[in-house]
């Protein structure tokens, strides 16, 4: 099926990456969706939901004062969105988390497959690698609401995750909340909250 990989202008600095982003996109086509990591959906649908959206994420990493070299891709399923990220951000080690057995099983020959050297594997629960001075993102995952309740006992963490655009009334003394709006495509807006602990 044909598609267009378009990258919106927030992202001019990622289209030459756009080959290695399309090498990831047909595993996610034909693996991700034959292995279930992926519900069936369009090739154009898939570049835009997964890839675009996750290219978001590192361009905030990539804007925001953070020395960590390892961040952590918690509740990752097919490597969404640590793989993109990790492929257009070389500088940093992405760990990428997730309870289920059967899909590390295919992160595993995905990193092999795509020579994936800045990107390891980690089969268990995501609270084992919650930890002070951290910073972590996550995709339709976990809540920022749900966020908030499990950083209360950390500090010095980033934690960046997928969002509704819902206001959360955090507790400021306790967390800074940034709440970004980008497009994915020409038609379509999305919402990441960078949540801070003090
Ligand atoms: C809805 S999928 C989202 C996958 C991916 N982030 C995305 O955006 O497509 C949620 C993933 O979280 C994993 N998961 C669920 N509970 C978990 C836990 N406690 N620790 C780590 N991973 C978990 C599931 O195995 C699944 O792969």
């Not at 693996?31 to 978001?56: A, C, P």
């Not at 507790?171 to 909340?177: G, I």
């Amino acid at each position: 099926m044909t598609f267009e990989p378009q990258i919106p202008n927030w992202g001019d600095e990622y289209k030459s990456y756009t080959e290695k982003l399309k090498n990831y996109h047909d595993w996610l086509c034909t693996t991700g969706i034959n292995t279930g990591l992926i519900s069936r959906k369009s090739s154009q649908f898939i570049w835009d939901e997964f890839i675009v959206h996750s290219l978001y994420f590192g361009k905030i990493l990539n804007n925001i004062e953070n020395n960590e070299q390892n961040i952590y891709d918690l509740g990752t399923g097919g490597g969404i969105p640590g793989v993109p990220v990790a492929i257009t951000n070389q500088n940093k080690l992405f760990t990428l988390v997730d309870i289920s057995e059967s899909r590390v099983f295919e992160l595993q020959r995905l990193k092999k497959i795509l020579n994936l050297e800045n990107v390891e594997i980690f089969n268990g629960n995501a609270n084992l690698v919650l930890k002070s001075n951290n910073t972590y993102i996550s995709r339709c995952f976990i809540s920022s609401k749900d966020v908030l309740k499990n950083l209360k006992q950390l500090e010095n963490v980033t934690y960046i995750v997928s969002s509704n655009g819902e206001e959360l009334n955090e507790q400021k003394e306790m967390f800074h909340v940034k709440q970004e709006k980008f497009t994915i495509n020409s038609t379509n807006i999305r919402h990441i909250d960078v949540i801070n602990v003090r």
